[in-house]
Structures are given as structure tokens and as C-alpha cells.
């Protein structure tokens, strides 16, 4: 005897419904935080290209940005762009911000201001100058001899072929190909192409009925954890004691220490604050 379906084939009442009905709902756009700055990053306009040069001092001087990084700023710590296991195989050929840029929209310079319309601004007074490269938009073009190595810096590592601009190479066999074709009464044979496929949901998290801050972790957050580790850490800043609950302020920092040190100086730190905070609550 088969068991009565609680969900399938029924309509279901969707959690966030009311709220949507009654003009309640509310998305991460729509909340308000005091002293958030907002960042903006400017692209590049070029599919391949070198940073021949790069000024941000007209950009720095606006009144109300407080922050500018290009790639004269920040650590060169390779990492990888995917990532759905650990340890990630997949090449890590990707730096925070690089002297080339290898497609069109490839970050360039990141700006923090105090309003959107500032960083933007900011972003426009950056001075770049580009020194063009050759740009490929076909992959077998791409894997031919004498073809543009587009990661061809020294520090790239898992790559299967940068020379060919390979990335990597899937082989899988079940059973015998050779004897499925034998017995088969035709074989087709041809090369298919398919667009670009990305699934992009937009995650639109919003707070609860009693307007608390709900952050939703995705599903590979451990691995941006890990990617954050090679080059950053977060250490604690300040902590929030309200009706029973902590809040901990992050913020970024580095060192020279390992990843695993900077961590486990990051961890020793939050304890002590807590501590502190708690002993004076007694």
C-alpha cells in the first residue's frame, strides 16, 4: 500500500507570500545600514590586454572615497575560480587584481566611497593605459599552434595545457567504446555546439517578521573560506552583545604569518573579546 503524498501533485503555500501581498516584503537592497560604504569595480574594456600603467591618485583625491586598490596594491596569491570540492583540482590562474586582463568586464581596479555615484565617479577618474593584446573567441583557434597564451604568467599553476590554453581534459570510459560501435547498427558521428550555460540564481535573502538581520550561507561558502584564507583572514573588530545574542564585526587583515597561523590568531582573538565582554556583564 503506497503512502498518501504530503507535497507532490498539491499546491503549496509559498512562506513569503503575505509578505509579498501586502507590499511587506523586503530584499537586501532594502535594508539600511549606517557609515556602509559601497564599492564599484572598474572593468576592462579590452579582452586582452597589459596594464601598461595605472594612476589612481585623481581618483584617491575625491572627497568621501576611502579606498582605491589596483594591483600595485594588493598581495599576488593565486586562487581558483572554482569550486565544488576540497582540495579544488581546478586551475588556480586567478589573482585579486592582475597587470592583464583577459576578457572584456575583467576587474581592474576596486574603489570604496560613501555613495554609489561617488565610486562610480571614482572609477571613471582612474587613468589606465592598455597595451592591446591578440584576443581569441574560438576555442579550437585557441588550442592551435602559435595561438596567444592568454595565462601565461609564471605563478599559474594546475593548467593542463597553458600553451594551448587548455584548461583541463575530462577522459571517461564505460565499458568498451570500441565493441559498442561493432554491434551497433549505425554510428553517428558529428560535432555539436551549445551556447554558454550558467545557472545565476539571484538569492534575493531578506530578514524575518522580527526584522532581524538573517545572513544565508550558499552552498560552497566553505570553499570561499578557503580561497579567502591563502591571501586574507578575518579578524574580530568589534562585538555586539544584544538580548542574549552576539554580534561580531569582521574585518579583513594580513600578514606574513601561514594561513593556518593567521587563523588560529583570528580564533584566539574572538575568544578573548567574548570573555572580556562577558566577565563585565557579570
Not at 48 to 56: G, L, P, Y
Not at 59 to 78: E, S
Not at 231 to 257: D, H, I, M, Q, S
Request: aromatic share 4%; proline share 7%.
Amino acid at each position: 500500500m503506497s503512502l498518501p503524498l504530503k507535497s507532490v501533485g498539491r499546491s503549496e503555500r509559498r512562506v513569503d507570500s503575505v509578505k509579498l501581498a501586502t507590499g511587506r516584503g523586503t530584499f537586501v537592497d532594502d535594508i539600511a545600514l549606517p557609515g556602509l560604504l559601497h564599492a564599484r569595480i572598474l572593468h576592462s574594456p579590452h579582452a586582452h590586454a597589459r596594464i601598461a600603467r595605472i594612476d589612481a591618485a585623481p581618483a584617491r583625491a575625491l572627497p568621501g572615497v576611502a579606498c582605491v586598490l589596483t594591483h600595485l596594491d594588493v598581495p599576488r596569491v593565486p586562487y581558483t575560480s572554482a569550486g565544488q570540492g576540497w582540495p579544488e583540482p581546478s586551475p588556480y590562474d586567478a589573482v585579486m587584481l592582475d597587470s592583464k586582463v583577459r576578457f572584456v568586464g575583467d576587474r581592474v581596479a576596486v574603489v570604496a566611497a560613501d555613495d554609489p555615484e561617488l565610486a562610480l565617479r571614482a572609477c571613471q577618474a582612474i587613468k589606465v593605459d592598455y597595451e592591446p593584446l591578440p584576443a581569441l573567441f574560438d576555442p579550437e583557434l585557441a588550442m592551435a599552434p602559435g595561438a596567444p597564451v592568454i595565462h601565461d604568467e609564471a605563478d599559474a599553476s594546475g593548467i593542463k595545457d597553458a600553451a594551448r590554453n587548455l584548461a583541463a581534459a575530462l577522459e571517461a570510459e564505460v565499458g568498451s567504446v570500441a565493441e559498442g560501435f561493432a554491434q551497433a547498427e549505425r554510428v553517428f558521428e558529428q560535432t555539436y555546439r551549445v551556447p554558454y550555460v550558467q545557472q545565476a540564481s539571484i538569492e534575493p535573502h531578506e530578514p524575518d517578521r522580527d526584522r532581524k538581520l538573517l545572513l544565508h550561507r550558499r552552498q560552497i561558502d566553505q570553499l570561499g573560506s578557503k580561497v579567502a584564507e591563502r591571501g586574507l583572514t578575518l579578524v574580530p573588530t568589534r562585538l555586539y552583545f544584544k538580548n542574549g545574542r552576539v554580534k561580531v564585526e569582521l574585518a579583513l587583515a594580513r600578514g606574513k604569518e601561514g594561513r593556518d597561523k593567521r587563523r588560529d590568531i583570528a580564533e584566539r582573538e574572538t575568544k578573548r573579546r567574548i570573555d572580556r565582554e562577558l566577565k563585565t556583564r557579570r
